[in-house]
């Protein structure tokens, strides 16, 4: 085993989406963070240039939030949401309101990215209920989408690792749009590409198979992320709400890596002038401090299943964290942090550069892409003769190995930083993957 620094057992903890037999013979360890950088065990700076899992967006351990969840345990460390209350989920759930688009002021809580799916995609088929269409249940999804690892999330998503293993056991109603990303006509987009609008008609046509009467709800990334930086084509999400609107169809946007200042608006919906009916998030919605996720409903959609409910508990749903006292502070502090610094428009103040610096890597050894939107960026590397994935995970690990994190999904590099980043960091992050892509075989 490489020398980590650490004497930490590997052995007991079996590593989500991690190829568990190689960390364990060469670990990546991290021990601390703060601002843009994590320590490793080793005792190494790492400029974080994935803002950990897409979540941290204000920067690692600010002491704001860091000091509201040492005062909330404290003072009250958990308290029931089912049928009693406490007064930060309330106040978390206004300020976070106050950054949704349009009329989605509604907020359920849940724990994880994943958890808000099934929830969105639960209020989707009890509002359709509640109004006397209890017939429209099934669901559109998208190839290549990601909508977290429950059975409703993996069910409408399309990325097939995730699904094969339990193909029998997806969700029966459910149809998938064609991804969204072309190579030949897309490559190297500065921002969203031209190319692309019409593969929303395909709507349509599902909506033509299936028949509107059967169709609850519409789900999509509004930039795909952890398929790898699919940026949506100029015009696409627009026509998918026309669409949907047409024919009484709910749309979905799953906001997990999106929301809270990625493209340099709160949310993608804002960012490309498009509202959605329900609206994930997750990761950054508290700065990743304590786990939470949430779903914002528009009130028209809250109102119709909780007014045409019999007497007592109109939706059957919920988690014993919905809203955890910490969750909720954390959030709290989060969007205070994200208001006084102004961070969402530091974000689109930031993104030209950005933007300058991803492309600058067009020419560098392997690449057949780069593409980027606001502070998200992906480049993409010609996979090795039959041994897609290889060359990219290469890269991570020398990446890291020099101190600089980034992401890889196949040989497709993502990069998603803290949108406190700042121009040295930007050029020391793409500097350090030019570096290592000249040494890649
Ligand atoms: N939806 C999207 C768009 C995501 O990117 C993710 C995670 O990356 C999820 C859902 C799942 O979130 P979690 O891992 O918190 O369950």
Redesign the pocket.
Known sequence: MRETGSTVDLSAFWMPFTNNRQFKEAPRLLVSAKGMYYRSADDREILDGTAG???VNAGHCREEIVNAVKTQVEQMEFAPTFQMGHPKAFEAATRIAAHTPGDLKKIFFA???????DTALKIALAYHRARGEGQRTRFIGRER??????FG?ISVGGLAPNRKAYSGQLLPSVDHLPQTFNLKEQAFSKGQPAWGAHLADELERLVTLHDASTIAAVIV?PL???AGVLVPPQGYLQRLREICDKHGILLIF?????GWGRLGAPFAAQYFGVTPDLM?M??ATNNATV?M?AVAAKTAIHDTIVNNAPAGIEFFHGYTYSGHPLAAAAAVATMDVYEKDGLFERAAKTAPYFEKAIHALRDAPHVIDVRNLGLVGGIELKPRDGKPGARGFDVFVKCFERGVLVRVTGDILAFSPPLIINEQQIDHLFGTVAEVLKETA
């Open positions: 899992l897409w979540c724990n994880s990215g994943s958890e808000a799916v989408g990601y909508h977290g690892v429950g999330g990334e795909a992320g952890s799953d906001e997990v890596i999106t994930t997750a990761k786990p996720g």
